[in-house]
């Protein structure tokens, strides 16, 4: 169902897409092996049909202001394409990134125990499951999407700013595992950020700095002259767009806690905070053993360094910077556990009250100022007193 605020004419996600079709091709959608029949054509796919409506968007907004987004679904599983893209890399293999032979020796144990048997397997013989020619293959179709897009973008509203993402990554085989999930790994984190357009980004040009997802909105509120709301944590990236040597953040949070009734992989619950600086990355695992990597000397993230004594201070300065960010933002989470690390020597002693700052925040542009529990009176500073 359309949510408010979304033009419904043009409003597409996949329940939509599976209700068009019949029960029988609801099924034939589900397999990647539906893309050999001769019957299969682009027309079956969601990228295709999706973008389909994004192309009639453009046109009828053409010499308008708007926003639109586009997701596909494409190219995770059942990377349903025409089978001529999965062809493209029948005979390839993915190169191999020098942690694929990592046997996660001092990593966390939830690391080992979702990798379970191919820590031992033989890497050098390691090829290319069929799985990853499908993958890849569905990466070259939405490609092939994006293009048509990108094209009539070009056609109808050449000074667009474009922004173009992506979700997660995929393990590969690196660090012996696979797929996404509850690792901080730069395979699994690490995604694309490309954006073009809207006379200010110059061309050609890359920056290293940290930036998050949730700095994606607070931009382009900016570039609509709408103000950011308090709720949103993230800093616009408009000054890193328009000179790259400009750096937003000083590093950047990144957190999994995914856990659902229906859906206990990964080992199940597994809580994990993680702060990047754009060099050292520090990953709390809270039912696990923790992490540090420096990036500039060890970028396969092979070297574990959360107890080396010459990493102690880079290592505390980051800890206290997640742990605040963690209270700055009401981490549902958040409490002396994250803190009371075992390597973490010199971490206070754990009170019940611990930061004392309570659940709300100040928010007065959508709701009242909230009043104090212990008093009743108007809250100043969402912390309760210390008397």
Not at 252 to 272: A, C, K, L, N, S
Request: glycine residues 6%; charged residues 30%; aromatic residues 12%.
């Amino acid at each position: 169902r359309c949510p408010e605020g979304w033009d419904p004419d043009y409003w597409y996600d996949m329940r939509n897409y599976l209700e068009e079709f019949s029960d029988e091709d609801r099924l034939r959608t589900r397999t990647p092996m539906t893309c050999y029949d001769d019957d299969f054509s682009e027309e079956m796919t969601y990228g295709h049909r999706g973008t389909d409506r994004a192309l009639s968007f453009l046109e009828k907004s053409e010499g308008e202001d708007f926003f639109l987004t586009v997701s596909y679904d494409e190219p995770h599983h059942p990377f349903l394409c025409p089978k001529e893209y999965f062809e493209m890399y029948r005979d390839y293999e993915i190169p191999k990134r020098p942690n694929v032979w990592d046997r996660l020796e001092g990593k966390p144990e939830h690391q080992r125990v979702w990798a379970g048997d191919a820590i031992h397997e033989d890497k050098d013989a390691l090829t290319i499951a069929d799985v990853y020619r499908h993958f890849l293959g569905c990466n070259s179709y939405v490609d092939y999407e994006i293009g048509r897009l990108l094209d009539t973008i070009e056609r109808l509203a050449p000074d667009a700013l474009v922004i173009y993402t992506s979700d997660h990554g995929d393990h590969a085989q690196s660090h012996s595992m696979h797929n996404k999930g509850a690792t901080m790994y730069e395979e699994n984190v690490n995604i694309p950020l490309l954006v073009k357009g809207g006379h200010i980004v110059p061309k050609q040009t890359v920056s290293d700095a940290p930036v998050s997802h949730i700095d994606i909105a607070p931009t382009i509120l900016e570039h609509f002259d709408i103000s950011k709301p308090k709720f949103l944590e993230g800093n616009s990236l408009m000054p890193g767009l328009k000179d790259p040597a400009v750096r937003v953040n000083e590093e950047v949070f990144i957190e999994f806690g995914r856990y659902e009734v229906d859906h206990d992989g990964f080992g199940g619950f597994q809580p994990i905070r993680c702060v990047f600086d754009g060099r050292y990355k520090l990953a709390i695992n809270l039912l696990s053993s923790d992490e540090l990597y420096d990036l500039e000397s060890d970028p396969y993230e092979m070297t574990n360094l959360i107890e080396a004594p010459d990493h102690v201070e880079q290592r505390n300065a980051l800890h206290d910077r997640l742990i605040d960010w963690m209270n700055e933002t009401r981490d549902p989470f958040r409490g002396y556990y994250w803190q009371r690390r075992p390597w973490r020597t010199d971490a206070p002693p754990a009170h019940w009250e611990f930061t004392r700052k309570t659940r709300q925040r100040e928010n007065e542009e959508y709701e009242p100022r909230q009043l104090d529990y212990s008093t009743g009176l108007p809250m100043t500073d969402a912390v309760r007193g210390k008397g």
